[in-house]
Structures are given as structure tokens and as C-alpha cells.
């Protein structure tokens, strides 16, 4: 293809689609959705499958996860590297967890770093990363023998409230917020992540008779206020702390949160839900609509695990609550895979229960996705389910918006030098070599494919071909090697820059009837 030709085309498409890229409104299929699974590794839920397993099976039944859900569509993987004071990476701050390596304080053998081999291969199949991280969980039981002597209870014992056959980190201390920030930020600073994530367990849930003896705390900390306020203010200090110390790391690792489905409950705050249930604010000392009004937070992600019509605490009720109280971040919906044909509420014996619940969130605009917990419930199980939402309401891929924190416009568009059809006697690919941006850092390059340059849509998820990962570490030019039998396919493809904010650039497309190289001299940054 000439020169002029290509910037031709280039005009035209921007003139007929450019305008739209982010104005999408709610679609049967959206092409923008946060599609996330929780990968549990404590007590083995998920992953690994048992402590005892060697390395090389462990990481094929990490890969079988991840292409299991490629398969549906997903794009996010939230997968738990700390969850009782351990870690699944070598740490300065924890013991390898004994859910890795079947003893606590061990490493693997033969050796791997676990975190950054899980997020390779993540990457590699189109999959954000959040790291999920349980803070104030010091321990499962109370049984001291299955802990390394390098785990905090030894080396700290002073930092711990025993509650409920469990140990955990007190949360007023100041030591306690400091080292559980660290903990956070050498995981940050360390990793390709994209996010860091938190689940419901702030202060922990009711034990009947049992008291969270914090006494000693408050007489030194309360400052006056009532205990539940002071517990509140504990956990909001650390959400902030947390928050800002990732954004002076990496501004562009999200910080997202997924808490208990209930904020309050309407009988005890007007502001509250529809719902007889404990609740984050009251029960947990934690006010997530305090932290998405602070901006502390980049998505909030409620466990909204009951039925659509619980007469207790409504799916239903409980989107359009999130939906309407929700500010300054994404908004995600927590669904309860675990519990279908396996609950006391008979809803969930239903097949139709989790795809209606995925329709019923999709009529929410500012409702941008979904996570399940968790990875084996639709694994080797719960077939007609999974092939359900297969044919349906994952048909097509779907790419993560940039959360309303991290929206930005991306100055470059991707500039293709050459394409080439490469034949060989055994395979036959297609190879665009396109030139590296000045302003943007690209996590991943995005292929769109159709019969003709005139019905090239990037708002179209049918025509998402792939999700390429682009390794930073580039020598001024990312060269897409893609395969002949899916591209022959088509007459026109689109390519899209995805920067580390989940950002996504103006298409160029490219015409594949006709090979083309362009060579141009280097041209000034005319944006410094």
C-alpha cells in the first residue's frame, strides 16, 4: 500500500468512528467489561490444588485456570499472594506460604518466583493482574507449629488480637499500619501488577460470645471517640495510606476493594439499603462510600453473593444501591459462583440464576463488570452454566475500560511501517511492524478484524481478533506476529495501543489485500 494511501485510509476512519470510541452505551454484548475470576490460594481453594504438589504441576493447573477462562472471555485474573501473613513471592516481609510449598518458610523446588511467573503467563493470554492481599489476617488457627519462626506472631506477638480461633494484626497499631504498608508497597514495586486488591476482611466478622479485645488500643488511641468510630477511622487511614503509597510507586496500579455486599442496612441509616443483614459500616468498621468519595479507591467490587429476589438481602436491590451510591470509581459486582446447586436458598439450583443476575447489572450504566469467586466453580463443573454465559453473554472478548481515576487520551496512534504475509512450507503468519510511541507506555496492542475497510468497528466486539501483550523492554519497534488462518479471514484489520491505565488509542487500520513497507525517516517529538 502507498504511503497516501494508508494515511487515507487512516483519515476516513477516524472521520466515520473516531468520534464514537467512548461513547459506548449499554449493549447485549459490551465491548467494554471488567470480566474477573478470584483465584483463592488459601487452604487450597483454587490454587495450588494441594500444598504438596511439585512445580511442574502446579503451574499446569495454573495455566489450565487461565486458558478456562480465556475461553469465556474474561480479562482480569484476581489472584491471592497473601492471605495469613504468608506470601507467594520471595519477601523480606513474610515466609513463603505453606499453600505453596506444603511447609511454611519453604520455596519451591526446583525455585521460581511464583508471582512473577503467574503474572507472565496472565499477561500473555490478555489478563490484567490484581494482586489480591488479605492485610490483617495473621493466621487460619491457632495451631503455631505450621508457622516459619520468621512469621510476624514470633516476631511480633505484641502486634496480635487472638478472636474466634484466629490471629490477627491489630489494626490501630501504627507499627502494624506501617508494616502491613510495606508489605503492599515491595509487592508494588517489585511486579508487573495492575492492581492490588482487598477483600471484605478489615476488622473480622461477629463470633457469637467472643470479643475483639483492642481495650489496650483504644485507651492509647481512641482519642475520644466511640470504639466503632475509632475502629472506622483505623481502617480508613490505612485504605489511605495504601492508596497513596501505590500511587507514588506506580500511578498506574489501580487499588480496588471488594467488600461485604451491604454498606448499612436502611432500618438503621435512611442512606442504607433494602436489606436485614450485617453490614460494612456497622459490623466490619469499614465505610467503602467514605472511601470512593475520598478517591482512595479505583474500583469497588461488593460481594453481592444472594439471589435475585432474597428476601433478605436482594441481588437486585443490592445492584441498583451500588449502582446509585457509587462515585468516583468503577463499580464492579461480586457473584457467588460457589453457591450454585449448593445453597440452602433454592434460587441458586436455578441455571438461569447467575446469567439473568450478569443482564440485570448490564442495565446500569455506570455498572462496568463482573468477578466470580471462585476459578473452580466453573471448572469441570457446572457445564450447562458455563456454556451458557459461553454462547451468550461472554460470546464476545471484551476489553476493561480505564477506571474514572486513570481516564486519559492517548496522544499516539499506532504508526505501521511494514506488513508482510510470511510463508513458510509449515506455517504462514501475518507481521505488522509498527513503531514504538513516543508518549505512551503500551501494555498491550488490540487486533480488530472485518471484510472490509468500511465495516471496520472498534465498538464492535465481534471483531476483536486479539489481546497482545508488548513487552516493555522493545527496541523502538513492536512487530505482531499473527496467524494466517484466522487473519485470511478478513480484508481489513485495525490495530489499537492499551496503555498501562487501560487507556485505549484512536485505530489505524490497515488493508490486507496488499502487502506494504514504508520506510520514513525518525520523526521529532513534537509533544515535548
Known amino acids: 500500500m502507498h504511503k497516501n494511501q494508508y494515511l487515507l485510509f487512516s483519515i476516513i476512519f477516524l472521520f466515520f468512528f473516531g468520534w464514537n470510541v467512548n461513547s459506548q452505551e449499554k449493549a447485549k454484548h459490551p465491548k467494554n467489561e471488567f470480566r474477573g475470576v478470584w483465584i483463592a490460594t488459601v487452604v487450597n481453594i483454587d490454587w495450588p ?28 485474573v484476581i489472584v491471592q499472594v497473601r492471605s495469613v501473613g504468608d506470601a507467594f513471592y520471595p519477601s523480606e516481609l513474610a515466609p513463603w506460604s505453606r499453600f505453596l510449598t506444603g511447609k511454611e518458610g519453604v520455596t519451591p523446588s526446583p525455585y521460581y518466583d511464583t508471582l512473577a511467573w503467574m503474572i507472565e503467563q496472565a499477561h500473555a ?24 519462626p520468621t ?27 506501617t508494616h502491613l504498608t510495606k508489605v503492599v508497597k515491595e509487592v508494588v514495586d517489585k511486579y508487573d501488577i495492575d492492581a492490588i486488591h482487598f477483600d471484605d476482611y478489615f476488622y473480622p466478622y461477629a463470633v457469637p460470645g467472643k470479643v475483639f479485645n483492642d ?15 475509632w475502629r472506622r477511622a483505623n481502617v480508613s487511614n490505612f485504605v489511605h495510606t495504601i492508596s497513596t503509597t501505590i500511587k507514588a510507586s506506580k500511578p498506574w496500579v489501580q487499588f480496588g476493594i471488594s467488600p461485604f455486599g451491604v454498606w448499612r442496612n436502611k432500618s438503621v ?50 445492584v441498583k444501591w451500588w449502582a446509585e451510591n457509587s462515585n468516583n470509581t468503577a463499580v464492579y459486582i461480586g457473584h457467588a459462583s460457589y453457591k450454585i446447586r449448593a445453597d440452602g436458598d433454592k434460587s441458586w439450583n436455578f441455571m438461569s440464576e447467575i446469567p439473568n443476575q450478569v443482564d440485570f447489572a448490564r442495565n446500569f450504566k455506570n455498572v462496568s463488570g463482573s468477578a466470580y469467586f471462585s476459578a473452580k466453580w466453573f471448572m469441570d463443573k457446572n457445564f450447562d452454566i458455563v456454556r451458557h454465559l459461553e454462547e451468550n453473554q461472554y460470546k464476545y472478548p471484551a476489553l476493561p475500560a ?14 505501521v511501517n511494514e506488513f508482510i504475509i510470511d510463508s513458510t512450507k509449515f506455517s ?10 513516543f508518549n505512551t507506555k503500551v501494555r498491550y496492542m488490540v487486533v480488530y478484524g472485518a471484510e472490509h475497510i468500511s465495516k471496520i468497528n472498534i465498538n464492535d466486539p465481534s471483531q476483536i481478533l486479539d489481546k497482545i501483550f508488548i513487552d516493555e523492554n522493545n527496541t523502538g519497534t513492536i512487530s505482531l506476529s499473527l496467524p494466517a488462518e484466522k487473519m485470511k479471514l478478513y480484508k481489513a484489520c485495525a490495530v489499537t495501543f492499551i496503555d498501562y491505565f487501560a487507556n485505549e488509542s484512536i485505530p489505524t487500520i490497515i488493508d490486507l489485500k496488499k502487502t506494504f513497507k514504508i520506510y520514513t525517516p525518525a520523526q521529532p517529538n513534537e509533544n515535548r
Open 428 to 437: 504462514s503468519k501475518y507481521i505488522l511492524n509498527i513503531k514504538y510511541p
Open 49 to 76: 490444588k494441594t500444598g504438596i504438589d511439585g512445580v511442574e504441576k502446579e503451574k499446569a493447573d495454573y495455566i489450565e485456570i487461565l486458558d478456562a477462562y480465556k475461553k469465556l472471555n474474561f480479562n482480569a
Open 402 to 415: 480505564a477506571v474514572p481515576n486513570l481516564k486519559r487520551v492517548i496522544i499516539d496512534t499506532p504508526f
Open 215 to 229: 481495650t489496650a488500643s483504644y485507651k492509647k488511641y481512641g482519642a475520644g471517640l466511640s470504639i466503632a468510630d
Open 125 to 148: 493470554r490478555g489478563f490484567e493482574f490484581h494482586a489480591w492481599m488479605n492485610p490483617y489476617r495473621a493466621t487460619f488457627d491457632l495451631n503455631k507449629n505450621l508457622l516459619s
Open 151 to 177: 512469621h510476624d506472631i514470633f516476631k511480633h506477638p505484641e502486634w496480635m488480637i487472638e478472636y474466634g480461633g484466629r490471629l490477627y494484626y491489630d489494626p490501630a497499631l501504627p507499627e502494624v499500619q
Open 269 to 318: 441509616d435512611p442512606k442504607g439499603s433494602d436489606t436485614q443483614s450485617t453490614a460494612n459500616y456497622d459490623d466490619l468498621y469499614a465505610d467503602p462510600v467514605l472511601w470512593m468519595d475520598q478517591k482512595w479507591i479505583d474500583y469497588i467490587l461488593p460481594q453481592l453473593y444472594w439471589s435475585m429476589n432474597n428476601p433478605r438481602a436482594s441481588y437486585s436491590k443490592l
